[in-house]
């Protein structure tokens, strides 16, 4: 009874035992410190590795979207003789400068999405907006972060390349994030060849001249079209 007693009848004694309680369970400042810094060196240790699965995501959905490109390249020529679009619009006749020129006519009979036209971390642009209802709306500068090798046919070497990653448009890339053909840092470049594989391969080179790889011959660059498809290959770069 006393006890009970005191507590109503006694507040400040009350209020101190709170005060006491609420001062063991708080944090002093060094505490507090120490944490912080427990926290830091985890995020530094853990950083490299959250980045390398980022990336690591980033190219495989770059990979499923090569793939489904190369199919809608490949349905295309299955309705024009095993011929891929060539350098040239095949209505109007007007020469292509770009691949977006050139991926505008699968759209949308062979394909339904813009979506698959973009590169994760890719500096040639955005990514694109969906916008396809039109026709000036579809791939716009920018929209598009896929090279093209025009005027090739399913009759052509199976390892030939025929859509590669956006390089830094002159068919090479380079190892500086940000920048166009530093995609994946230099180390891949991802390429869809003739036979419809798509892969990332390692690249080769210098630093600030990285170079995708001719099958059998490494040393070679296989987007030099000219020197060994024939004249009517031509490298197409996106339009940045």
Same mark, same amino acid.
């Given at each position: 009874m006393n006890t009970l007693f005191d507590r109503r009848t006694n507040p400040v004694g009350s209020f101190r035992c709170r005060a006491v309680h609420r001062s063991a369970a708080a944090f002093?400042?060094?505490?507090?410190?120490?944490?912080?810094?427990?926290?830091?060196?985890l995020a530094a240790v853990a950083m490299p590795g959250l980045q390398a699965a980022i990336r690591a995501a980033q190219m495989n959905a770059a990979m499923q979207n090569a793939k489904q490109l190369g199919m809608g390249l490949r349905a295309w020529a299955n309705d024009?003789?095993?011929?891929?679009?060539?350098?040239v619009h095949p209505v109007t006749e007007e020469e292509f400068s770009n691949s977006n020129e050139v991926f505008r006519?699968?759209?949308?009979?062979?394909?339904?999405?813009?979506?698959?036209?973009?590169?994760?971390?890719? /500096?040639?642009?955005p990514r694109?907006? !969906?916008?396809? +209802? @039109?026709?000036?709306?579809?791939?716009? $500068?920018?929209?598009?972060?896929?090279?093209?090798?025009?005027?090739?046919?399913?009759?052509?070497?199976?390892d030939w390349p025929l859509?590669?990653?956006?390089?830094?448009?002159?068919?090479k890339y380079n190892r500086k994030p940000g920048t166009k053909g530093g995609t994946w840092e230099g180390r891949k470049g991802i390429v869809v060849r003739i036979g419809g594989s798509a892969e990332a391969v390692p690249l080769?080179?210098?630093?600030? /001249?990285?170079?995708?790889?001719?099958? !059998?011959?490494? +040393? @070679?660059n296989a987007l030099e079209v000219g $020197?060994?498809?024939?004249?009517?290959?031509?490298?197409l770069d996106p339009e940045g």
């Open positions: 002093t400042l060094m505490e507090l410190m120490a944490v912080t810094a427990i926290i830091a060196i024009f003789d095993g011929m891929f679009p060539g350098t006519l699968l759209i949308v009979d062979y394909i339904d999405t813009e979506r698959i036209f973009s590169v994760g971390a890719s /500096a040639w642009g694109a907006d !969906g916008r396809i +209802e @039109e026709e000036s709306d579809r791939l716009r $500068a920018g929209e598009n972060h896929w090279a093209y090798i025009a005027g090739l046919t399913t009759a052509s070497r199976s859509v590669v990653d956006g390089t830094d448009g002159s068919g080769k080179g210098d630093d600030d /001249a990285r170079f995708l790889p001719r099958v !059998g011959y490494d +040393e @070679e $020197a060994y498809m024939g004249d009517l290959a031509r490298l």
